[in-house]
C-alpha cells in the first residue's frame, strides 16, 4: 500500500486504502466477536471474580444487588465485552499497524513495533495492579469508612462501571513512558526538557491521582508512585530511542 499517489492514480489508491481499512476493520470487529461468544458462557463467572476483591471486604452476610430489573442480563454481558476487547487488543493494533506501516520510514517501523508491544503490556500490568492491589485496598478503606448502621450493598451495574474506571484509570496512567517516548521522537521535547520539568510533572501526577481515583490517600498514593517512577522510566526510554544528533534519516 502507497501512500503517495501520483495525480492519475490517485482515485484509485484512495478506493484501494478504503477497501484495505474496511478489512482491516472487519477482521478486528470478527475475532473481537469470536472471543466475544466464546466468553458468553462463562459471563457471570467473569462477574464473579471480578467482584471478588469488594465481597472479600464485605462483612458477613453482605452481597451484591440488582437494582435494575436486566441488571443481572446487561451487567455480565457489558463485562464480558469489555473482557473480549482487552483480550483481542494486541490482534486490533496489529490490524491498525499494518494498514499505516507500508507508509512509515523504515526506522518507524523498527520503533512502532516495540512500541505498540510495549502499550500494551503497560496497560495490562496496569489494569492487573489495579485488580490486585488499588481495589482491595479502596474496599477496604471504603468498609471501614461505613457509618454504623449502614448496609454496604452495592448495585452490580454501578460496581462493574467504577471498576471498569479504575482499570481504564491505571492502564491509562501506565502508558506514561510510550507517551514520552513519542513526544520526544517527534520533536515536541527533549528529555532534558523532560527533566528540568520532573517537578510540574510529580505535581501533576498527584492532582491527576487525586482527580481520578477515590478519595482515599491510599489508592492516590498507588496510582501517584508508579506514575512518577514510570515518568523516570519514559524518559531513560526516550534518551535510548532518541535518535542521535546530525543522524540522517532513512527515507527507505
Not at 26 to 47: D, E, H, Q, S, W
Request: glycine content about 6%; aromatic content about 12%.
Amino acid at each position: 500500500m502507497a501512500l503517495h499517489a501520483d495525480e492519475d492514480g490517485g482515485e484509485g489508491s484512495l478506493i484501494d486504502h478504503l477497501i484495505e481499512l474496511r478489512m482491516r476493520l472487519m477482521r478486528g470487529v470478527a475475532v473481537t466477536g469470536i472471543v466475544l461468544l466464546c466468553l458468553l458462557p462463562f459471563a457471570n463467572k467473569l462477574y464473579g471474580l471480578l467482584a471478588q476483591p469488594l465481597l472479600d471486604k464485605l462483612p458477613d452476610g453482605a452481597h451484591l444487588i440488582a437494582i435494575e430489573v436486566a441488571s443481572p442480563f446487561f451487567a455480565p454481558l457489558k463485562l464480558a465485552f469489555f473482557t473480549a476487547v482487552v483480550v483481542t487488543m494486541p490482534w486490533l493494533l496489529y490490524q491498525a499497524w499494518a494498514f499505516v506501516a507500508p507508509g512509515l520510514y523504515k526506522r518507524e517501523k523498527r520503533l512502532a513495533m516495540p512500541l505498540l508491544a510495549s502499550a500494551v503490556a503497560l496497560f495490562y500490568i496496569g489494569c492487573a495492579f489495579a485488580f490486585f492491589f488499588v481495589l482491595p485496598s479502596v474496599f477496604s478503606f471504603l468498609t471501614m469508612v461505613t457509618p454504623d448502621g449502614v448496609a454496604m450493598m452495592t448495585d452490580i451495574n454501578a460496581y462493574l462501571n467504577f471498576v471498569l474506571v479504575i482499570f481504564l484509570a491505571f492502564g491509562l496512567s501506565f502508558e506514561l513512558p510510550i507517551a514520552l517516548v513519542i513526544l520526544v521522537l517527534l520533536g515536541w521535547v527533549t528529555t532534558d526538557q523532560l527533566r528540568e520539568a520532573r517537578g510540574y510533572a510529580v505535581v501533576g501526577v498527584f492532582v491527576l491521582a487525586a482527580i481520578i481515583t477515590p478519595p482515599d490517600v491510599v489508592s492516590q498514593l498507588m496510582l501517584a508512585i508508579p506514575m512518577c517512577l514510570l515518568y523516570e522510566a519514559g524518559i531513560i526510554a526516550a534518551r535510548l530511542l532518541a535518535p542521535k544528533p546530525g543522524a540522517v534519516r532513512d527515507d527507505a
